[in-house]
């Protein structure tokens, strides 16, 4: 089976319930090619009309800490504050942050 799309990270991703979109965090323990000791939590578009193997950034956020788990699941509520739901990611120091990607 071949690649259609991918992003060069070491992270545990998640994928939006309703949206064409992919959340990838910073993955505890990896170190990257530039030995940097930053922790983020991006947002990949998952566009298959476009011929780019590499899937396009539309959001960054700083995290505290890097990840160990990552999920995004809908938002109980009706409010289009939250349309796209809500992200979770499981620290490394133990500690829960939610996200909502539409900030």
Do not use: H
Not at 8 to 36: E, I, Q
């Amino acid at each position: 089976m071949a690649c259609i799309k991918g992003v060069n990270r070491s992270a545990p991703v998640a994928l939006a319930p309703d949206a064409p979109y992919m959340a990838a965090g910073t993955m505890a323990g990896a170190v990257d090619l530039s030995f940097s000791s930053s922790a983020n939590l991006e947002i990949f578009k998952l566009d298959f009309q476009n011929d780019d193997r590499e899937l396009t950034v539309v959001g960054e956020y700083r995290s505290s800490e890097r990840f160990n788990r990552l999920a995004w699941a809908k938002n109980g509520s009706a409010s289009d504050e939250f349309s796209l739901g809500l992200i979770a990611g499981g620290l490394v120091d133990g500690n829960i942050d939610l996200w909502n990607p539409l900030t």
